[in-house]
Every structure is written in C-alpha cells, then in structure tokens.
C-alpha cells in the first residue's frame, strides 16, 4: 500500500503541473503545432478532449490517464469514478491530493476520538461543549469539502450507484445539523447518531483492508442468518419447554416467566450460566439433567459447530471470488490503459517508449534499466511490442526486484572487508553452526529456569537476577555474536530478508534494553518478559510450528483488519451504551435478585465480587473494558441482569445483539484462520522448493544491441548504456516477495485460466478500436478523421 500511496503523490503532481499547463494553452490558443490530424496516437485521453496540444503533450496525458487507470485497479476502485473530461480532472486531482488523504484520515480520528471529551468525558480528557462542539464541526467541514470534490467529480447520477458516499452523506447531514444543535444549546443531548463516527474513517483511503473485511462479513451474512433463524428455533423451543417444567419450582428463578425462559436459555446458550441454572432442578430429580443436557449437545456442540461449517465454505467460495473480481478488474484496468498507449503505427502493441512513458507517471521510483527489464520479461513473444495479452500481465511484474546475475556473487567481494566476512561465511556455512546456535538457546532457556527457583520475596532483586545478571549478558553477548556473523556472511540486506533473522535481532536487542533499564530502574518489571522471547527460536526446528507461523505471516493484514473491525464495533456499542447506562449506577443495586451479591460493595469488608459495580458506561474507556468482558462471555448475564434490574428488562436486547455480532465477527475471524491455514498447507503439499524457486524467481537475458532494436533512447539508453556492455549479453534476475496474491497465483493457476477465457469470451470486443489498413500489425491504422478543425468536434475518446 505504501507504493501505491508513492505512484498516487506522483500522479497527482504530475497531472497537476500538465493541468495547469492545458489550461494555459486553451487560453491562449498556442500549443506550438500539433494538428490533430497528424497525430500517431491509437486513442486520446479523455482528459484534454477540446484542447489544443503538441502530439508529445497528447501522449503525456494518455500515460498520466492510463497511470490513474492502473492505479484504479491496484486499489480495486470502480470505473465508474474515473475522471472521463478535463472539467472533473481538477476535483480529482484535489480528491485524490496525498496531503489531503492524510487530513481526511486526521479528521476522522478526531471526530473518533472526541468522544473521550464529549459527556459522559473520561476526566482526563473533559473539554467544555463550545470546545469539542467547535472540532467537531471543524473536522464534519474538512470531510464535507471531500464530499463534495467528489461529488462534483463523480456526478449526483452516479451516487446512488455509490451506497458508500451516499451513506457517508446522509450521515456527514445528521451530524452537521446535531452539532450545530448542541453548539446551540451549550448541552449534550441524547447523540446515538455518534456512533456513526466510524463511517468516515472506514471511508478513508488508508482504510482499504478494513473495508474489505466488512464487504466479506456482509457477503457471509446470508448463510450465518439462516444458521441463526434454525438456532433461535432450538433456542424459544426449549425455553417453552422449560416453562412447562421448570416454571412451579419456586427456588429455580430462571423458568418464572416466558421472558425469563427464554432469557435463561440464551444464556445457557453460551454456557455461561451452566450448572447455575440447572442446580435446583436438579436438586429435584436428577433426570432433569437430560433437559439441559441434550440442549447444550444440540445447540452448542452441533449447531454452533455446523454454523462454522457453513461460514467457512462460504468464506472460502468468497475469498476465491474476490480473487476472481480482482483478477478481472485488474484486466480491465490494464485494456483500458493499454488503448491509450497504442500508436496508429501498431495499433495492437505497445512499444518501449510508451510503456517508459506509462512507467515514469506509474512508478517514477523504478530506474530506466528496471523499466526495461519488465517490458523485457512481458514481451515474452519478443516482437519488440506488448499485445494486450502481455500488458495484461503488468501487475505481475511491478514486484520484481531486478539484480545483474554477476551481482550474486558474495557482498563482500573485492571489499576491505572480505577477508572477515569470508572467514564470518565460512563460519555461518559450517554444518554444525545451526547446532551450536540452538545449543546456545536451550542453555539460556535452563538459565532461566536456574534464576526462577531463586526468586525470592525482594522482587526488585528476582528481576534483576533473571534479566540482569552476569548469565543474561553471556547469553545475549553470544546471540549479538551471531547476529553479526550472519550479516557479514550474507549482508544486511539478504540477513533482513529473513523474518526469523529479523525476529531473533529484534528480540535479542529488546532484551539487551531491558537489561540495561533494570540495572538503571530495578522496579521496571515489565522488560522481564524480554529475555524469554528467545526461546520462541526452537519452535523453527518442528514443521508443524513453522506451518503456524507462515499462517500467521499470511494472515497479518487479514488480522489487522479483523482488529480494526472489532474496534469499530466496540466504538458503536460503546456510544450507545454510554447513552443508554451512563446515568446508572451499579454499586449496591440488584437487592433481592440473582446477582445481588455480585454488587454488594463496603468499603471495609468488600469480596472479590464486589467489584462489580466497575463494569459498567460511565465513559469510553470503561465502555470498552466492559464490552471485551461480554466479548469473552464467562459471567456475562451478571452484567445484563444488573442493568435489566436498574433500567428495565427491554436492556436485555442491547447485550443480546452484541453478543449475536461478536459472534458473528469472531466466526469470521476463525473460519478466515482455517481457509488461510488449508491454503498454506495444500499450498505446501503441491509445491516443491523448485516449483517455489521458478515462482518468486525470473529471468531476463539481454544485451545493448537488443535494447536499440526495441527502440531505447534518449535518457533511457544512457541508464542502460551503464548496465549493459555492447557485445556483451546479460542475465538478471528478478525475485517477488512471497505474498499470498503471488501464492494464489499458483494455487488457482487452472482457475485464472478459465475465468480469464469466460471474460474473454464474454467482453467480445475487437483489441484496438482502430482499422487497420492491411494484416500487418505495424501498419498505419486508418482512423477516421474530422474533416477540420472548425467543426469543433473532438474526437472521440475511449469512454467508459
């Protein structure tokens, strides 16, 4: 995401500086020649249809225009939104201006996060309502001007094809008109509307992930339905049920009413209350004990089970969809830039100099010889063009990373310090070098254990022992040693390509700081859980291990976005809990019910339950503490029966419904771990390291003749005239990273296949809009014409 950030700030300055130009030349009416008519181009942007420009003006527009195509589809943005006239390219560039990307980010945070100040404030942070009214305002302005370029760019008829903006409106209007009610009033009033506030920031452009996990909750939410409706018939059948027998039992208070059955059951239903709410019965007659039984079997051990069955499928059809989706919107990303880098002369190829062209507005940090070496490795054909069957595959090559083969020879070859690094290789390469470092561990690892059983009652001093002592600095003297040997034998570049390397400095630096600040500050226990982190290093020698961790590699973004979810939902129930229960106080309430004992508070003689009385929603803080108890369930209906006993039975549906969509989240969540777990292992299964080697690895032999051939010039041959030797052919290597959309590359390899012959299929549609003259695919293309100028008919470009 950072580089595609990178290619959006060059976009938007480069597009900027050529708007600025056009403007200037259509006031003027003087481009400096450039009869339209004479122009080699396929197809012209759409950007300066009706202005008057030099052909090289033209064709820098067609390669800034197909620069926001690629970058459209490395976003997954729809087509619809593209600026397709010169009157919507300034909104766009001011929408799509990186500093303003970062000030929408920041307003939707402060808008979040003025709900720490708001009443019911945390004290800390209580500002005065002319205060927080005031931001709040401010920042509902800064992402109504955003709305509103956008709407200006997009057009009013196509918001409601947009149900993202169109909701990110009417709510951005709700919120405007209640803060300017409170500002008004001077006073808070009841403002559930707040928990909206997540909207914006879900909208913004760093917020891609998240918006994609909720697009794969919403897409599960059909089957997880149906598994509930069946759930909540076990559920209301049971609690018949038990009315019938349980209702007479005067000691049992779960079964008194239909609500309270019910109540009793959905409880149970978590296995939160069990065996409270079976023990009087029971007390009873012990066959009643098949009642609650064979209920927790059936909708616990069955049900909840066959739900995650049914979202797992599902969320593994949708993640191959969404592969699909991305797949084809890439490639129709790709034809549509590729129309604009066609020229009359080769109306079906794109050539070197416009794929330079197309590369310098795209990605202006590769070099020349970098963008050489990816038309070089597209152009698999070796006619000197792209077809649109190449530059479809353009993605694929922009994560190449591009070394001479000479290159791999060792770092420290002809260097100073060659001799050192040799000797630090021939050390690393020894066989038993591996050994002696795990050797090395599991001595720390009985260290610790030693410096345990000597723990004594001073804490200050049992910290020290363990990670301060004359042993700790042995042992990470020793693991600094290694560290350096590896990055002599490899260099810093290939020893931090190693996540294992990465993880074994950071951990042994981390416990080097924390030694450092007990011996300066003995009671700062926290950093004694550094030293340990080492061990984690064993867990590399079983395969099973080392299959977690690659999971779990692959699923960091999947889980960031997961987090990201579950701290919106906390946001939303918190706001509507703050208003709900803020004013509801806990301590010593609850008299004659079940839970009173759990709130009985003395300040002198108070129990462990007690305490209670401090789960509640007094502010945003204590709101999410709450919330995350409910999340783990144990002793949940504690909470709900308080609140039910202070403000009403209908409270109950509040802590029902958070329940119902932490599950729903959280099953997500787990069905998401097993598909990526499935995915690593059958991946591992059909892929020997050869396969892996040819997958992250390519090859590109070339020489300076064959760069003149295909039409290298200008600044792009004096770069390669550097790296390539006349006479002389040269290999270079290209790796990707090892990401899950190159894995998935591999694992649906049949699939990509059919779905890109189905679209091919489908779409119908000739390569290039021109007409060729001949069968000769360089010939000039005839492309009809206006009769001239003064009709003032543009000609017409590829729209969508």
């Known amino acids: ?168 409106g009417i709510t951005l209007l709700i919120m405007v008109l209640e803060a300017v009610v409170v500002l008004c009033r001077q006073s808070s009033h009841f403002r559930v509307t707040r928990a909206l506030r997540p909207i914006f920031l879900v909208d913004t452009r760093h917020c891609g992930g998240v918006r994609r996990f909720i697009r794969q909750i919403l897409q599960s939410l059909p089957p997880i339905i149906d598994m509930l409706g069946l759930l909540m018939f076990f559920v209301a059948t049971y609690s018949l049920l038990g009315f019938y027998l349980f209702s007479e039992h005067v000691d049992n208070g779960h079964f008194q009413t239909l609500s309270d059955s019910f109540v009793s059951m959905f409880v149970l239903l978590t296995s939160a209350n069990f065996p409270d709410v079976m023990m009087p019965s029971y007390a009873k007659s012990k066959w009643y004990a098949l009642f609650f039984i064979l209920y927790i079997i059936t909708v616990l051990y069955v049900l909840m089970n066959l739900m995650l069955a049914v979202v797992y499928e599902t969320f593994t059809r949708i993640e191959r969809e969404k592969c699909r989706a991305l797949l084809l919107h890439r490639r129709g990303a790709t034809r549509h830039a590729f129309r604009l880098l066609v020229s009359r002369r080769a109306p079906h190829a794109v050539r070197l100099r416009h794929f330079a062209g197309l590369m310098r507005h795209y990605a202006p940090h590769y070099n020349g010889l970098d963008v050489y070496l990816m038309f070089k490795h597209l152009n698999q054909t070796g006619t000197g063009g792209l077809s649109r069957a190449e530059f479809a595959n353009v993605y694929d090559v922009f994560a190449l990373r591009w070394a001479a083969q000479t290159a791999r020879a060792p770092w420290y070859a002809a260097s100073p310090l060659e001799p050192i690094a040799r000797a630090a290789a021939a050390a690393v390469h020894w066989k038993h070098f591996e050994h002696l470092v795990y050797a090395v561990i599991v001595c720390n690892g009985v260290s610790l254990v030693w410096r345990l059983c000597q723990i004594n009652e001073n804490l200050q001093t049992s910290a020290q022992l363990l990670c301060a002592s004359w042993d700790t600095w042995l042992f990470l003297t020793l693991f600094l040693i290694e560290a350096a040997l590896r990055m002599m034998a490899s260099g810093l570049a290939a020893y931090l390509e190693s996540g294992w390397n990465v993880f074994d400095l950071s951990v042994t630096l981390l416990a080097l700081m924390g030694a450092v600040l007990l011996s300066i500050a003995p009671g700062l226990f926290i950093v004694v859980i550094f030293r340990p982190l080492r061990l984690m290093r064993l867990y590399k020698l079983k395969k099973r291990y080392r299959d977690v961790f690659g999971t779990l590699v692959l699923l960091s973004p999947l889980m960031s976005s997961a987090g990201c979810v579950m701290l919106v939902m906390y946001y939303f129930f918190s706001i509507i809990g703050m208003e709900l229960f803020a004013s509801y106080q806990l301590k010593n309430c609850c008299v004659n019910t079940t839970v009173e004992d759990f709130y009985k508070y003395s300040s002198n003689s108070s129990t462990a339950l007690g305490y209670y009385y401090l789960n509640n929603f007094e502010n945003l803080v204590t709101s999410g503490v709450t919330l995350f108890e409910l999340t783990v369930v144990n002793n949940w209906f504690i909470l709900m029966n308080a609140y039910a006993s202070v403000a009403g039975q209908f409270t109950r549906i509040y802590f029902m419904v958070f329940y119902l969509f932490t599950m729903v989240v959280l099953t997500i969540v787990v069905a998401s771990v097993l598909e990526a777990f499935r995915f690593r292992i059958q991946y591992k299964r059909s892929t020997t390291k050869r396969d892996e080697e040819k997958l992250l690895h390519e090859e590109v032999h070339t020489s300076w003749e064959e760069a003149q051939r295909l039409g290298a010039a200008g600044t792009l041959a004096d770069t390669l005239r550097q790296h390539l030797p006349p006479g002389v052919e040269v290999t270079f290597i290209g790796s990707r990273p090892r990401t899950k959309e190159v894995l998935q590359r591999r694992m649906y390899q049949s699939e990509i296949q059919k779905w890109l012959a189905e679209e091919d299929e489908n779409e119908g549609v000739p390569p290039s809009t021109t007409i060729t003259s001949s069968e000769d695919p360089l010939s000039p293309p005839l492309i009809h014409q206006p009769d001239s100028e003064d009709n003032h008919q543009p000609r017409p470009a590829y729209q969508l």
């Open 1 to 168: 995401m950072a580089k595609v950030v990178k290619y959006s700030d060059r976009l938007y300055y480069t597009l900027r500086e050529q708007w600025c130009r056009l403007k200037a030349y259509s006031r003027t009416g003087t481009d400096g020649g450039g009869d339209s008519s004479t122009l080699d181009m396929g197809s012209r942007s759409s950007l300066h249809t009706g202005l008057h420009m030099s052909e090289d003006e033209h064709w820098e527009m067609n390669y800034h225009e197909a620069a926001i195509y690629l970058e459209e589809g490395q976003n997954n943005e729809k087509f619809d939104s593209h600026p397709s006239s010169p009157e919507e390219l300034p909104a766009y560039l001011r929408v799509h201006n990186p500093w303003y990307h970062g000030l929408d980010l920041l307003a939707s945070l402060v808008l979040i996060l003025l709900a720490f100040t708001e009443d019911p404030a945390v004290p800390t942070f209580e500002l005065p309502v002319w205060a927080h009214g005031t931001i709040e305002l401010m920042a509902l302005t800064v992402i109504g001007i955003e709305l509103h370029l956008k709407l200006k760019w997009i057009g009013w008829s196509t918001i409601l094809k947009h149900k993202r903006t169109m909701l990110k």
